[in-house]
């Protein structure tokens, strides 16, 4: 991975000119332990779940995330596993 990126929160994220559109990034937002890949597939701990986001396990860390509703763009990254969608 070229780019890591490590931000305070969303609008860190959103206020960066400097994330190179060309290339792979992965962002951390810290105050929300959200990750994003490309500024798609943003995964969350399972804490941060709502209606309608994809629940997928961490083969990595053994834990249960999700990708918040309207961000999955597939493929995800090997580690993940999908397994359903968050109903309530």
């Known amino acids: 991975m070229k780019y890591i990126k490590n931000y305070a929160d969303q609008a860190a994220y959103d206020a ?5 559109s060309n290339a792979s990034v992965v962002s951390l937002i ?6 994003r890949y490309n500024g798609v597939n ?7 779940a709502s209606k309608g986001d994809t629940v997928i396990f ?5 834990r ?3 990708v918040k509703l309207g961000t999955l ?5 090997e580690r993940y ?3 359903g969608t968050v109903s309530k």
């Open 64 to 66: 249960t995330k999700v």
């Open 16 to 20: 960066d000119l400097t994330r190179p």
């Open 73 to 77: 763009v597939p493929p995800l990254v």
């Open 42 to 48: 943003v995964v969350a701990e399972a804490d941060y």
């Open 30 to 35: 810290n105050a929300s332990k959200m990750v």
């Open 58 to 62: 961490d083969t990595v860390d053994g």
């Open 81 to 83: 596993i999908i397994c």
